[in-house]
């Protein structure tokens, strides 16, 4: 206890020595001052093999390791009609299914042993696979990834296993309210489009092998697939590793463009029925993708309306100080050509209809009030730091150049990212949101016990009921 006392005693006694009696007084972290953060890009190298596979190749020599991530001209856009999920199914088997010389079964025990991971995934405009080994097994490794992509035979008991997977994931989400809204509200602001076409356990229910393997000729070939090679591995060593795997593999194809999704011609409000104590509100707008000169705007207006945390707008009108929902935001996805744009939240049913206004009336604000000075420079200090450590390994750097020449954006697009936001003005933030979150483009979707609303949806306009399928 004595010799508490005697710390405590010195610590203060030099505290007062050093500080004085008056403490330093504490500045606020939002006040601290510092210099803009500031980052020179490395660039890998890129190489197109001559069977037509573009690589990209850092090297990063601290650590004994081989990452290769693939991404391929492919997804969910591309299932066939009545068939919805079977780019999904496909990626899912080529993992788990075998090759013409090795079983799935085999696979994952060679992986094992080498401490080894691959992985594929579709999403809705691109399929990824990835392999990360030791370098002392780099060849085994590569070996059983390009057998994977070259020769996948889709075994039926891998297939069948993942088919029962798919149906029972998609049978529970009836049982996710957030999941079940926010996968409806994909289906209606993409309705007519290839995008809001989605898997149900019927179509999942009619695959047969034949469809996968006619999926894979279709999208696995060489000009379709990109590679970003990172490791410890010089340029030079991955070029002649890749040729030796895949250099062979000279089959060809072609992939059509899907169109991309249309603004609505009107504005839409749709309920769908659930018998909650919760009601979930997305109210939503396809909007400028990345290739658009307005998509640096909007980027800074979503970050103020509701996807910048606590001092965004949303939260801080409708969780904050109106208490009226326990989770709310904003979010906008992009890809080249267009972006999606919506609020939502998550409210007790007796307030659906007073959220859903107060989420609207903020909206519409961002069209006849200009932000305020402290607002956007918050914003575009946030987006440009964040932007800055999505860098934060040389794999994530060839990815984004490779994703780049994927997305077809222009080649200074990093570069340039944070002088565009660094350019934004509060009269540019006005002009998006006059031009995109308009009643005439906007998709309302709310999903609840419609018994229960605090006042009728229909007092907004006229309402579509849409049906659920369990």
């Not at 069209?367 to 999505?390: G, M, P, Q």
């Not at 794999?395 to 994927?406: D, H, I, N, R, W």
Request: aromatic share 10%; proline share 4%.
């Amino acid at each position: 206890m004595n010799r508490i006392l005697y710390i405590i005693f010195t610590f203060l006694f030099f505290s007062i020595l050093v500080w004085g009696c008056n403490p330093a007084p504490v500045t606020h972290p939002d006040l601290i001052e510092y210099p803009p953060l500031k980052f020179s890009l490395p660039q890998p190298e890129k190489i197109k093999l001559n069977n037509g596979i573009t690589l990209y190749v850092m090297e990063d020599h601290e650590l004994p390791l081989l990452n290769i991530s693939a991404v391929i001209r492919t997804g969910s856009i591309y299932d066939p009609a009545g068939k919805e999920g079977l780019a999904d199914i496909t990626g899912n088997v080529m993992r788990i299914g075998g090759t013409a010389h090795l079983t799935g079964s085999t696979i994952d025990s060679e992986l094992d042993y080498m401490a080894a991971t691959i992985s594929f995934s579709m999403d809705k405009e691109q399929g990824t696979a990835t392999l990360s080994v030791l370098k002392k097994d780099m060849e085994k490794g590569l070996k059983i990834f390009s057998d994977i992509i070259i020769n996948p035979v889709f075994e039926k008991t891998k297939l069948d296993l993942a088919k029962e997977l798919k149906i029972e994931a998609l049978k529970r989400i009836y049982d996710n309210p957030q999941q079940l809204a926010f996968r409806e509200f994909v289906r209606l602001i993409y309705r007519g489009n290839p995008r809001g076409c989605l898997p149900s356990v019927e179509s999942i229910e009619r695959m047969t092998r034949a469809d996968l393997v006619r999926f894979h000729k279709n999208f696995f070939f060489p000009q379709n697939i990109m590679m970003a090679v990172t490791g410890d591995i010089t340029k030079d060593e991955a070029v002649s590793l890749i040729n030796r795997y895949f250099g062979e593999w000279n089959v060809t194809g072609s992939v059509a463009a899907v169109p991309v999704p249309e603004r609505s011609s009107e504005r839409s409000i749709n309920y769908a029925s659930k018998d909650s104590p919760q009601s979930i509100i997305i109210v939503g707008y396809v909007t400028p993708g990345k290739r658009n000169p307005d998509y640096y705007s909007f980027e800074i207006l979503d970050f103020i309306l509701g996807s910048g945390g606590f001092r965004s707008r949303i939260v801080s009108e409708v969780r904050t100080n109106l208490g009226l929902a326990y989770s709310a935001g904003s979010f906008y996805s992009t890809q080249s050509e267009y972006g999606v744009f919506a609020a939502y939240a998550m409210t007790k049913t007796s307030s659906t209809v007073q959220t859903l206004s107060a989420i609207r009336s903020i909206l519409h604000d961002a069209i006849k009030t200009k932000v305020t000075k402290e607002e956007l420079a918050w914003a575009k200090k946030s987006i440009n730091n964040n932007f800055i450590f999505s860098f934060s390994s040389v794999g994530k750097v060839a990815l984004q150049q490779m994703m780049l020449e994927y997305q077809k954006l222009p080649e200074d697009f990093l570069t340039s990212f944070q002088d565009r936001i660094n350019g934004v003005t509060s009269e540019d933030l006005q002009r998006v949101a006059e031009r995109y979150i308009t009643d005439r483009y906007e998709t309302i979707f709310v999903l609840g016990n419609e018994k229960e609303f605090d006042k009728p949806l229909v007092t907004l306009g006229k309402v579509h009921k849409v049906s659920i399928d369990k």
